[in-house]
């Protein structure tokens, strides 16, 4: 049993191309992300109407088996772009991916993949925050450190039943849509699975030489 993958591309990106379309070591953040969530099932990559062409272009020549470009309703919202996507799918499992993390590991899929099967509603692929985090106030002064050993970062793809995620959406009131914090305001508890250590968010074209060195890293390890 596959698991389809919902990557949406709301309008404010028809500002921010570089975001999508940028390539970097040789490919895309879109491109990239299709070709990482393709062997999990189906991708749907739903789009506000002003990116939707430029998408269809940049993935025409790619050979990924099973990839659809669906229209959101205007103006485009990262809700409305869910709400789209979710529409084209079959009720069940689903992973959700966002543009701004082209890498992730497929160990990571197979993780999320294999808790949403199991009926997990929602599953987040999580690693330990190791860096010293500290409190300041309102001068910027350090008051505290914190304790990280209960801090983690949450990386994508995650994973969600879909009627759980179409639930979440209803509760969306300005298409400010976050499913973090829609998960916690909803009460639903998450499983957590073990993400990966050079998985993170990157800002392009800001981020392009630290990603293709990543890329290359993972191209090339050290013996």
């Known amino acids: 049993m596959t698991v389809p993958a919902l990557l949406p591309l709301p309008g404010s990106f028809a ?3 570089d975001a999508v379309f940028m390539p970097v070591a040789g490919a895309s953040p879109l491109v990239r992300i299709v070709g990482g969530l393709a062997d ?3 991708v749907v990559v739903a789009a506000a109407a002003p990116l939707t062409g430029d998408i269809r272009d940049a993935l025409a020549g790619q050979r990924f088996p099973d990839v659809r470009v669906v229209v959101a309703d205007s103006p485009g919202t990262r809700a409305q772009c869910i709400a789209a996507g979710l ?3 079959p009720a069940g499992p689903v992973l959700l991916h966002d543009v701004a993390w082209p890498l992730f590991a497929e160990t990571t899929v197979d993780a999320v993949v294999a808790a949403v099967r199991d009926g997990a509603a929602v599953v987040w692929p999580t690693r330990p925050v190791t860096d010293s985090v500290k ?3 309102d001068r910027g002064a350090v008051t505290a450190t914190l304790d990280r050993s209960a801090l983690r970062t949450v990386q994508y793809p995650r994973g969600f039943d879909s009627a759980v995620l179409n639930r979440l959406l209803d ?3 300005d298409g ?3 499913e973090l914090a829609a ?3 909803d009460g639903t508890t998450p499983t957590l699975v073990d993400g990966a250590i050079d ?3 990157f800002e392009l074209p800001v981020d392009a030489a630290f990603l293709a060195a990543l890329i290359e890293g993972r191209q090339h390890p050290p013996h």
């Open 199 to 201: 998985t993170m968010r």
């Open 176 to 178: 400010s849509f976050d």
């Open 15 to 17: 500002q921010r191309r």
């Open 135 to 137: 409190a300041v106030d």
């Open 40 to 42: 999990a099932g189906e």
């Open 87 to 89: 529409a084209e799918l």
């Open 183 to 185: 998960v916690l305001a």
């Open 171 to 173: 509760g969306d009131a």
